[in-house]
């Protein structure tokens, strides 16, 4: 099945830095979302894109469906300590079921 | 709303044991999806449902069955559990593309 590769593995920042998170595919997807994973709970939708070019934010986050279908990013500003989790990306198919995860970026932000 | 509900929050089982895991919402969503999470790894699909009575294979579903009665509940059967169902269990729901996840179950098979 299509692979999502997703990078950093993990990241260790100072609060206040900036973070920039990406996934690529081999295969083109009709839609991009990114969720966030926090200890013990299930990944919370934080942003979804549906265009290739789309450029949208929420808060801090912005983040964008690559021109060729292929590949996103994730950026996030002036980081907070409860930014901490665990980042996925995900890409859509044709289906509602044909759904690929990104193995996750883990984020930690230092005080 | 509740969202998505998920029960047992942990379970440890027994090489041989079966269980059911249980998933229900609340939001009227026709899809419903049922995911597994090992460490360091993406969400892989099991199984999935477009709507009540209707179920379909995802990406790993050996070892797993569902059911689909209501709209509103989706059980994830593990009939002999094996050591490689070690994993976290996610339930989905969605209505269009956008999917909302359960908090999740915990199951160690030994």
């Known amino acids: 099945g299509q692979q999502l590769n997703q990078s950093p593995q993990s990241m260790f920042i100072q609060e206040g830095e900036d973070v920039s998170m990406n996934c690529t595919s081999s295969?083109?997807?009709?839609?991009w979302l990114w969720y966030k994973q926090e200890p013990g709970e299930g990944p919370v939708l934080l942003i979804a894109?549906?265009?290739?070019?789309e450029l949208t934010s929420n808060g801090r986050l912005t983040a964008q469906f690559g021109i060729t279908r292929k590949d996103s990013f994730l950026n996030i500003s002036a980081s907070i300590p409860s930014d901490v989790g665990i980042y996925f990306c995900?890409?859509?198919?044709?289906?509602?079921?044909?759904?690929?995860f990104g193995a996750g970026t883990r984020l930690t932000v230092k005080p | 709303n509740a969202g998505v509900t998920q029960t047992p929050k942990f379970r440890i089982l027994k090489i041989g044991q079966s269980m059911t895991l249980q998933c229900a919402q609340d939001?009227?969503?026709?899809?419903m999806y049922w995911y597994r999470q090992d460490p360091g790894m993406g969400l892989k699909l099991i199984y999935y449902?477009?709507?009540?009575?209707?179920?379909d294979k995802g990406e790993v579903p050996n070892g797993y069955n569902v059911s689909r009665s209501t709209t509103e509940d989706f059980p994830l059967r593990l009939e002999l559990a094996a050591p490689s169902q070690t994993s976290v269990y996610f339930c989905?729901?969605?209505?269009?593309?956008?999917?909302?996840f359960g908090p999740g179950t915990r199951l160690t098979v030994l």
């Open positions: 989905a729901s969605s209505l269009a593309d956008t999917q909302y």
């Open positions: 295969s083109i997807f009709n839609t």
């Open positions: 894109l549906y265009k290739a070019g």
């Open positions: 995900a890409g859509r198919g044709l289906n509602n079921n044909d759904m690929r």
């Open positions: 939001m009227n969503h026709n899809y």
């Open positions: 449902s477009v709507g009540a009575g209707i179920t």
